[in-house]
């Protein structure tokens, strides 16, 4: 890499097979030393996105804050976090890229975006250079997990708007992987994905921790134990699963492999900026990639390490769409605890533990659904899904739990003890006391991308006493 930015890159350069580190000089400083290269960077990324974008300049200007303001990176709080709809309003009144495309549109090479399902979609413009730097970091970040040249990873995931399929793409071929790009979302997909690993044998594995749950479950019905691939290490994004301790150990165990937890968001690509290494003590923020600070979701002021709250990113090297304090909406833990494999990152020690608009609250108590997951995995003859459905009768929110028990939990007796046993933890977890209805293992159906799980009626019981 040279001094200059954006930052350039060898794209022939490898470390030496058997290093710790791709970039030991960062990874490992002291981290008042490489925050005098996060700042450098800060600087010029802030100063670019003035230069070129109306939508920066115009808010920056509003809050009287400018590229002089920023003397420290203390600074950077002092200038306006930007949610997710600030990105959608800008793109609906200067369709299609929004006024902080800071290139120009023939200088796009690739269009990515969310499905708008939940609302107008936001698409994604990226420069050819910018992605040439998001497949070193990615590669990057991959050597930490423990991926190697030599390595064949299943990506195991849909390639189509979705960012984080090409994400890991491009970071396998970065890394002179071999990249099994087998894609997911098809009917029979599954099955023959099953069937390609088991000839193929794959030594990683790349998709959401749920359909890696499905995939095993599918290897089983055809009598191959998921073990038997060899699948050494097993990254995720997409949703919390791997963060979540039951379903790490859960994935670990049925595969034999490393349970790795990736992720940020489609917004921030590369998404892989918050990932862990390949100990496994959570996610490390690989802050002179992407900046990022856990800030209180009310004054957006970073939280002192121990404490919890939402990551705002922003982009260091990056030219096309640019992201300055971006709000995740994501809850998260950080500490500056060591990790044994001597980077002095940050780290989200659990992970991203949900998104904080997930949260539902039940007679006073906030609820996470990483929580419910969390509990029902630890249990014995728990049969592998569920639904949460919140409803309201007569006045009083009632949280009904939809478990499958495992095939082996045959009798009514045994099925009575596991839902009292599922309901007293549960209970003891969430302060509420959940009804547990146990269905038979395999009744709910699988996801093939991110799992929803919950569903929240209340909102049909007001209008029908509105109606009454």
């Excluded at 003890?417 to 969430?430: G, V």
Aim: charged share 25%; net charge neutral; aromatic share 10%.
């Amino acid at each position: 890499m040279t001094a200059t930015w954006p930052p350039r890159y060898d794209p022939t350069w490898l470390p030496p097979r058997d290093a710790e580190h791709w970039a030991p000089d960062l990874e490992c400083a002291k981290p008042t030393d490489r925050e005098a290269v996060i700042l450098a960077k800060l600087t010029a990324q802030v100063r670019y996105a003035w230069e070129r974008s109306p939508f920066y300049r115009r808010r920056w200007e509003a809050a009287g804050v400018s590229p002089t303001t920023l003397k420290t990176l203390a600074d950077l709080h002092r200038f306006p976090v930007v949610q997710k709809a600030d990105l959608r309003a800008a793109q609906a009144a200067h369709p299609p890229f929004g006024d902080y495309l800071c290139i120009e549109p023939a200088e796009v090479a690739r269009i990515h975006g969310t499905s708008g399902t939940t609302g107008r979609p936001t698409v994604f413009g990226v420069g050819r250079a910018d992605w040439e730097r998001i497949g070193e970091a990615h590669a990057r970040i991959l050597w930490g997990a423990g991926l190697r040249p030599g390595d064949t990873v299943l990506i195991a995931s849909f390639f189509s708007l979705y960012l984080g399929s090409w994400g890991a793409l491009k970071g396998c071929e970065r890394l002179r992987a071999t990249a099994f790009p087998f894609g997911a979302g098809l009917s029979g997909q599954t099955l023959m994905a099953v069937q390609w690993a088991r000839e193929l044998a794959p030594t990683a594995f790349y998709g959401t921790p749920s359909y890696a749950l499905h995939f095993a479950e599918t290897a089983r019905r055809e009598g191959i134990d998921p073990r038997a691939f060899g699948i050494r290490t097993l990254f995720f994004s997409g949703e919390p699963g791997a963060g979540i301790p039951a379903t790490k150990r859960l994935i670990e165990t049925t595969f034999g492999g490393a349970c790795i937890d990736m992720g940020s968001m489609a917004e921030m690509t590369p998404w892989m900026t918050n990932a862990e290494c390949r100990h496994r003590t959570g996610m490390h923020l690989w802050q002179d990639l992407v900046y990022t600070e856990v800030c209180h979701p009310e004054t957006w002021r970073p939280v002192p390490y121990g404490e919890e709250g939402t990551p705002v990113y922003t982009h260091l090297e990056r030219t096309s769409q640019p992201m300055i304090r971006l709000v995740s909406g994501d809850l998260a833990r950080w500490t500056d605890e060591p990790c044994p494999c001597g980077r002095t990152y940050p780290r989200l020690p659990h992970g991203l533990q949900g998104r904080i608009d997930d949260m539902f609250i039940v007679r006073g108590e906030n609820i996470y659904p990483s929580a419910i997951e969390d509990t029902l995995r630890a249990i014995d003859g728990f049969g592998g899904e569920f639904r949460v459905i919140v409803s309201r009768r007569e006045a009083m929110d009632e949280l009904l739990v939809r478990a499958e028990h495992a095939a082996d939990v045959g009798d009514v007796a045994a099925r009575a003890r596991l839902a009292q046993t599922m309901k007293e933890r549960l209970r003891a977890r969430l302060g509420v006391t959940p009804i547990v209805e146990l269905l038979p293992e395999g009744t709910l159906p699988r996801s093939e991308f991110k799992a929803r799980r919950i569903v929240d009626d209340r909102d049909l019981y007001q209008k029908g006493t509105q109606h009454a």
